[in-house]
């Protein structure tokens, strides 16, 4: 079991615990959007050299008011702990538990634009029947894809991205 | 010196023991003890003379064969005097061989040595061709690939773009229902 995992199960158990893990782990992937979105939010966070009231602080004043205590309180739990560096690979890991204790798998799907509430159910149907069962979609808007739709569902990669075609190209080239 | 045996002069006035017997006796004792000296001590006494005369023989006869080599070794050298000018011209002559050889063999590793280093020189510049005709390759399929990036970013609108979507939508259902 690896580090990231035994976090997201000790996360997971707290979410349980107080009651509202969706709100949790909606919270939590917001901050994992965030932190993949900012270098430098990132990088303070896993520096070892800054003390921990530092970091928390930043913590807190980032989370203050957007989210739950229990958020904040996981984040700050990681952070302090020196795995701020894993931070987002921890999130992750909690979500895909999250979903798969309420019975359903958890894909990651990037977007040059956001998608639509009918190609959101379109795209968990369809989804769902490649993977045999219910499936929750975490959307990312991010747009060095280009155009279309990349899915990571488990270990499987559905790349339909104009980034991926225009690599294809460029290794053809 | 006289004297003395006139001084010893026996009681019947001449030289001889006054008993003519003790001559008598005392002769046959001389002579018997003069015999068996003969008899037993003569033999010893001759193999011992034949003993040294044949060491001295011996050793007579070996110095004659010494000499006798010494005057063959002397002789060989002698008559050996006039090869010395022929060793010396066959040594000249097998170094001068070997001088030839070692230029040959010189001139040949140089040639051959030579023709590696342009050999290797020749792959260093095919290989340092390839690899800047790989690195512009790289670069170019990059510019192109930026440049790609941008120009179908740039055409993409929102239309199209939820046309992207759908239609990655859609092969997923094709794909899923295909499983079935």
Redesign the interface.
């Given at each position: 079991m690896s580090i990231s995992t035994s976090y997201a199960e000790a996360i997971h158990a707290v979410a349980s615990a107080e009651g509202d893990v969706a709100r949790t782990r909606n919270e939590l992937l917001a901050f994992a959007q965030a932190l993949q979105q900012n270098d430098q939010l990132r990088s303070t966070l896993a520096n070892a050299l800054l003390p921990a009231d530092t970091r928390n602080q930043i913590v807190d004043d980032l989370l203050s008011g957007k989210a739950s205590d229990v958020t904040r309180a996981i984040i700050g739990l990681v952070v302090n702990a020196g795995r701020g560096r894993d931070l987002d690979e921890i999130i992750n890991e909690f979500a895909v538990r999250a979903a798969t204790s309420s019975g359903k798998r958890l894909a990651f799907v990037r977007t040059a634009v956001p998608l639509t509430p009918e190609q959101e159910k379109r795209l968990a149907a369809a989804l769902a029947q490649q993977a045999g069962g219910p499936v929750e979609l975490q959307t990312e808007i991010d747009p060095s894809v280009v155009g279309g739709v990349v899915t990571t569902l488990g270990d499987n990669v559905i790349d339909g991205t104009i980034r991926s075609r225009i690599n294809k190209m460029r290794e053809a080239l | 010196m006289l004297l003395p045996i006139f001084a010893a002069e026996g009681p019947n006035g001449g030289q001889l023991p006054a008993d003519i017997n003790e001559v008598y006796w005392g002769s046959l004792a001389f002579f018997v003890i003069v015999g068996i000296l003969v008899w037993k001590a003569g033999p010893a006494v001759v193999k011992a003379m034949e003993g040294r005369t044949d060491r001295i023989q011996r050793e007579f006869d070996e110095a004659m064969l010494a000499r006798t080599e010494a005057e063959a070794v002397l002789a060989a050298t002698s008559d050996g005097a006039p090869d010395v000018s022929a060793e010396s011209n066959r040594i000249a002559e097998e170094a001068a061989q070997t001088a030839t050889r070692l230029r040959v063999d010189t001139a040949a590793r140089a040639r051959a040595e030579a023709e590696a280093m342009k050999e290797r020189a020749t792959l260093d510049i095919q290989n340092q061709t390839r690899q800047a005709l790989a690195d512009l390759?790289e670069e170019?399929?990059?510019l192109?690939?930026s440049a790609?990036?941008a120009l179908?970013?740039a055409q993409?609108d929102?239309n199209?773009?939820?046309g992207?979507?759908?239609?990655?939508?859609s092969?997923?259902?094709t794909?899923?229902?295909q499983?079935?």
């Open positions: - | 390759r170019i399929s990059s192109t690939k790609t990036e179908v970013a993409l929102a199209s773009q939820s992207l979507i759908d239609s990655y939508i092969s997923l259902e794909t899923g229902s499983g079935r």
